[in-house]
């Protein structure tokens, strides 16, 4: 199963500081590809992941990979990638690997 966490705090999915991009559209989106999937895909969201820079941030876990950290995805064909790599499953597109970003750094 691949988990998705879109992080909806602080400057991810607020129209504060992405006011032209409909948040809440974005998280429709994510729903019905997991709703479609039969249990493929789990989407959830998170307060804050600690990378405001880059939001919007989304972050996938593919099964038996290490989590992609997507970042800057605010527009409609960001979305649809993210889509069809959700849908297909499979490596992470060229495509996207254009948002891909660095997590932040964890405390120990």
């Given at each position: 199963?691949?988990?998705?966490?879109?992080?909806?705090?602080?400057?991810?999915?607020?129209?504060?500081?992405?006011?032209?991009?409909?948040?809440?559209?974005?998280?429709?989106r994510?729903?019905?590809?997991?709703?479609?999937?039969?249990?493929?895909?789990?989407?959830?969201?998170?307060?804050?992941?600690?990378?405001?820079?880059?939001?919007?941030?989304v972050?996938?876990?593919?099964?038996?990979?290490?989590?992609?950290?997507?970042?800057?995805?605010?527009?409609?064909?960001?979305?649809?990638?993210?889509?069809q790599?959700?849908?297909?499953?499979?490596?992470?597109?060229?495509?996207?690997?254009?948002?891909?970003?660095?997590?932040?750094?964890?405390s120990?």
């Amino acid at each position: 199963m691949a988990h998705v966490t879109v992080c909806r705090g602080c400057c991810c999915g607020t129209v504060k500081k992405h006011p032209e991009y409909d948040h809440d559209e974005q998280l429709r989106r994510l729903e019905a590809v997991a709703e479609r999937s039969g249990g493929r895909v789990r989407v959830r969201t998170a307060d804050c992941l600690d990378a405001c820079e880059n939001s919007n941030i989304v972050v996938v876990k593919p099964p038996g990979a290490k989590p992609v950290w997507l970042g800057l995805v605010l527009h409609d064909a960001v979305m649809d990638d993210l889509e069809q790599w959700l849908t297909t499953g499979g490596p992470l597109p060229a495509k996207l690997e254009l948002n891909r970003v660095t997590p932040p750094a964890q405390s120990d």
